[in-house]
């Protein structure tokens, strides 16, 4: 009998211990429920007086990992490019190639359009240049163009150009030698090609760039021959690419205007001064609007529109730190979340502001401009509201 009544007896012991944990909430959901102790404040650079600063610079980057190849020229914007192929030859026709029995008679390379900064329009062509020296698509940059080594002749011929491919003819002697270097290293060498655009083009075109899933970059075919035996047509594999992008000059704005550009790069660096926020508080969420002047701003076709922030770790560096956050445009205003970055500022007592980039940094040539903290319409400088709360 006594085991009988064990089970309900502790049944409604836990019942009774539960109840009890609802009627009277935790010293923790005291603190969070309400308080005496506890406010929520906001602060907003719009209404609550503060200081704030911005300047835009110009950074050089690599675009070996771009989605597209920039070539052309826009004003006193010039993007020249960098192509390597590469071959996968059967060991008969190696032994050929080594002892000079392939001949090639007609090859060409084919671009597939993805981009177009900025008259679709307008005229683009280029010359191709054979190269002789290394470059690698993960650290080259055009700064460092100056130390490339190339033939001035133009090996292209035969351009044809639509709405979405261009295509040109090549020399035949250069896919041979490259041909070559794939059965005998010491035979010839292969450094790729050097695409420069002529004077006369007055816009940007970006093809599709090599990367591990796109069957859409650039390709190359090869018509041999080993004479009296047969003709084939052979594929050369895209291997590296990159863009080497040229705006010498920063661009001159009106005043009170800052920019941001893809691939040139340039940059913008922000800054609030948040001596007006108590030290101690817990910063429960901050977001910032940032206003873009469409007359100023320039973009491409498929445009990236948005803008990155970065968190700057120290004073005299640009490096940044952690992840960054995006701004989406919405009702003329490019806004996103900065928490993280303002419980760092509050948190470590250390504020060196954030670097806006391009959303997609290395693609096109999409330019912002955008309202600074100097625009004569205070209600249109950047703005920065938190919500926190005083312990």
């Not at 006193?76 to 071959?87: G, H, N, P, Y």
């Not at 330019?367 to 950047?382: M, Q, T």
Request: contains cysteine; charged residues 20%.
């Amino acid at each position: 009998m006594k085991f009988n009544l064990f089970f309900p007896i502790i049944f409604l012991f836990i019942l009774a211990l539960f109840s009890s944990c609802t009627d009277e909430p935790s010293s923790l959901g005291v603190e969070l429920i309400g308080s005496e102790n506890i406010s929520a404040k906001i602060f907003d650079t719009s209404v609550d007086t503060t200081e704030q600063s911005s300047s835009y610079f110009k950074k050089v980057i690599a675009l070996g990992n771009a989605d597209w190849v920039l070539l052309g020229k826009y004003q006193d914007i010039t993007t020249s490019a960098l192509m390597r192929f590469v071959f996968g030859l059967p060991d008969s026709l190696k032994t050929d190639l080594i002892a000079g029995n392939i001949n090639v008679l007609d090859s060409w390379i084919l671009l597939r359009t993805r981009y177009i900064y900025t008259d679709s329009m307008a005229s683009m062509n280029f010359t191709v240049h054979k190269v002789n020296s290394s470059w690698s698509s993960t650290a080259f940059t055009i700064d460092s163009l100056s130390k490339l080594d190339y033939e001035p002749t133009d090996v292209s011929s035969q351009f044809t150009i639509t709405d979405t491919l261009y295509t040109f003819h090549l020399d035949g002697s250069l896919p041979l030698a490259w041909m070559k270097n794939t059965a005998d290293k010491t035979l010839e060498s292969n450094y790729g090609i050097y695409l420069d655009p002529t004077l006369s083009s007055n816009k940007v075109i970006g093809f599709q760039a090599f990367n591990a899933i796109s069957a859409e970059a650039a390709k190359l075919f090869v018509v041999i021959e080993k004479p009296g035996v047969y003709v084939d047509t052979l594929n050369g594999f895209i291997a590296a690419d990159i863009s080497l992008v040229d705006r010498p000059v920063i661009p001159n704005l009106p005043t009170g205007l800052i920019s941001v550009q893809s691939s040139v790069a340039i940059n913008s660096r922000l800054t609030f001064d948040l001596g007006a926020v108590p030290a101690g508080v817990v910063i429960n969420k901050a977001e910032i609007f940032i206003t873009p002047d469409s007359v100023s701003s320039v973009k491409g076709s498929s445009s990236n529109n948005s803008l990155r922030l970065s968190y700057l770790r120290y004073a005299d560096s640009l490096n940044t730190e952690g992840n960054p956050s995006f701004l989406i445009l919405k009702d003329n205003k490019y806004s996103g979340d900065v928490t993280l970055f303002v419980r760092n500022w509050i948190n470590r007592k250390e504020n060196n502001g954030m670097i806006i980039e391009a959303g997609s940094p290395t693609s096109g040539l999409e330019f912002f401009a955008l309202k600074g903290s100097d625009y004569v319409e205070i209600s249109e400088r950047p703005r920065l509201r938190i919500i926190y709360t005083i312990r």
